[in-house]
């Protein structure tokens, strides 16, 4: 089965994006024109994956904490309660109630990076952690649908290729690569296949 459309973007696009469609963003300043913000972004806070439903639906998250939802294409947005210490760095979704948040943080003197997931199925209102155990810092979520999806993250030493699977919503992973460098892009193709893109090699996966 073919995943479906969304507008979902690589991190390299959400600056572009941003600065076109929503410039009030980048300043991370309420009350600009008419655009409504959340008091928090008094407080910068760099964003890092911006990701539409449809025209009117999205979600933004970054550093800090942040995470953020729209429902009028990015008039309004609105703050969603979330620790200070975790850097969101990609959020997906598959219809307008079940998504996932993943990112991590980084915790003890030597600055080791876990990863984080959470899963929602009510729009974020309410939000069950899924992070698999001994992950690293989550770079790229993807789902295919409800129950298949993708999560890349920093390579360890349990997770050296850095893919991981999932074949029930989330709630249990395993490796999904045999051997080679930490995936740096993760997306999809209209063909329904699943790319990624290593330090020094490109592959392709079958949904």
């Known amino acids: 089965m073919l995943p479906p459309r969304r507008f979902a973007m690589p991190l390299k696009k959400i600056f572009l994006f941003a600065a076109i469609f929503f410039p009030s963003i980048l300043s991370a300043r309420p009350g600009h024109g008419q655009e409504k913000f959340p008091e928090s972004w008094e407080i910068d806070a760099t964003l890092r994956s911006v990701f539409f439903l449809d025209h009117d639906l999205g979600w933004a998250v970054g550093d800090k904490g942040t995470l953020l939802k729209t429902e009028d294409g990015g008039r309004e947005w609105q703050s969603i309660s979330s620790p200070r ?73 349990l997770y050296p290729d850095g893919l991981l699977k999932t074949e029930d919503g989330g709630a249990s992973w395993t490796s999904a690569r045999a051997s080679g460098e930490p995936p740096l892009l993760l997306d999809w193709d209209e063909a329904g296949q699943l790319h990624t893109l290593s330090i020094d090699s490109a592959k392709t996966l079958q949904a």
């Open 85 to 157: 210490d975790i850097i969101w760095t990609s959020v997906f979704f598959a219809d307008d109630s079940t998504g996932w948040i993943a990112g991590g943080h980084y915790r003890g003197p030597l600055e080791r990076s876990v990863g984080l997931l959470i899963k929602t199925e009510d729009g974020g209102k309410t939000r069950s952690n899924l992070s698999p155990p001994g992950v690293s810092l989550i770079r790229r979520i993807r789902f295919a649908d409800p129950s298949h999806g993708w999560i890349a993250c920093d390579s360890n030493q």
